[in-house]
């Protein structure tokens, strides 16, 4: 009589539990013989899309893993200090260790206060994690509605931040460093100023901040500007993981992998979402990125398993949406390859749609825990080639 088959479980360790990495989580699901563990440093979920709201008192920014986690998805609260590719180990901060077959690297994107400008470290605070924007809100309970704030960095999470806070009634200032917005279109552009003139923020283009003070800040120009609080919303980096287990990454140290999303380095290891370098050219940070980032990730493992070929990565963009407090956002319209075009929405239809378009970031890993492989996103097309002359930036570990 023929012994039964033995039932062999493949370990997938997920680190980070973000968009791009609980997505790709619930998509593992569909194999019921992958074991999976997500490792994220905090108990609940972060919407990193609302942390300017949750700044300024009006909205929250957590959910419950429990209601977004499908069944048999173990979570691990605690953080990856190395990925040990000898033995196949992520070693945590806790001192525990977990095997794998293959990790998922979807460690995200982080918002650092430069060292580099005095006083910036100890007296300016920054609104891209959830444990700095709780700091925030704490400062602005305590501050008088009149007290002086300043933001630095006039992308769109400066710009939102600004607008919440002015919207909220703040003395506003936004100190741009080059243009307001350059990510957008120059219609769009005049619409975010016109927003903000209105209601009176003070936009500072073509200077930059070389002193955070207790407060104050000191600008280029020479300028002192009162600054009761001061928001860093200048630039993102990424968590050094990748090159501290000796993995090769981009000059901001996000992993640098193949157009399927594997590491260059090592075959078992798949990156997702802000902290993934495709051929050194990494898409936009973003949640509307970080869903099929995560989808095609695992979507590499499960083919690694089945012993079939990955697929490239294929993701279009449409625009990008930036809310202008809880009434207007400018919503701007893109080409596939995300280059702004001379169109946009503004106004209440774009605040419902940005509202939405949150929204949809998280139902959408809900359906995923639901119905691992429903998610769908626009199509790109292969990505050209790298141009020779060009090749991607590279840190050797």
Not at 1 to 8: A, D, G, N, S, V
């Amino acid at each position: 009589m023929p012994m039964p088959e033995r039932h062999t479980s493949h370990k997938v360790v997920v680190i980070g539990g973000g968009y791009a990495g609980t997505l790709a989580a619930n998509h593992l699901r569909m194999r019921d013989d992958v074991d999976i563990t997500l490792v994220n440093p905090r108990p609940e979920f972060v919407e990193r899309v609302r942390l300017h709201q949750f700044v300024a008192g009006t909205g929250e920014a957590t959910v419950d893993y429990g209601t977004l986690l499908g069944e048999g998805i173990q979570l691990v609260v605690d953080n990856a200090t190395r990925i040990d590719t000898a033995t196949r180990t992520v070693r945590m901060a806790s001192g525990r260790a977990l095997d794998y077959d293959y990790v998922i690297y979807a460690v995200g994107s982080t918002g650092p206060v430069p060292s580099s400008v005095p006083g910036a470290a100890e007296f300016a605070v920054s609104i891209a994690e959830f444990e700095s924007a709780r700091r925030l809100r704490a400062r602005l309970d305590e501050l008088p509605s009149d007290a002086p704030v300043t933001v630095v960095g006039a992308g769109l999470t400066g710009i939102e931040t600004a607008a919440e806070l002015a919207e909220q009634g703040r003395r506003v200032t936004l100190v741009c460093g080059g243009i307001l917005a350059p990510s957008v279109s120059a219609p769009g552009r005049r619409y975010v100023a016109k927003w903000l003139s209105r209601h009176g923020v003070a936009v500072l283009e073509a200077n930059v901040v070389t002193e955070v003070r207790p407060d104050a800040v000191v600008l280029a120009d020479g300028a002192v500007r009162a600054s009761a609080l001061t928001i860093w919303a200048a630039g993102f980096g990424v968590p050094e993981l990748a090159s501290a287990s000796g993995l090769r990454t981009d000059e901001l140290g996000r992993l640098l992998t193949d157009e399927t999303l594997t590491s260059v380095d090592d075959d078992r290891i798949v990156a997702a979402g802000d902290a993934a370098a495709p051929s050194g050219r990494p898409l936009r940070m973003s949640c509307y990125a970080a869903g099929p980032l995560g989808a095609q990730a695992a979507n590499t493992v499960l083919s690694r398993i089945a012993g079939t070929e990955p697929v490239v990565i294929s993701v279009a963009f449409s625009g990008a949406c930036v809310s202008l407090g809880r009434r207007a956002a400018m919503r701007q319209l893109a080409r596939k390859d995300d280059t702004a075009v001379n169109v946009y929405v503004g106004g209440r239809i774009s605040a419902a749609y940005k509202e939405l378009t949150c929204k949809l970031g998280v139902s959408k890993i809900r359906r995923e825990a639901r119905k691992p492989g429903s998610l769908l996103w626009l199509k790109g097309g292969p990505r050209p080639e790298q141009p020779a002359s060009a090749p991607p930036a590279v840190t050797s570990p």
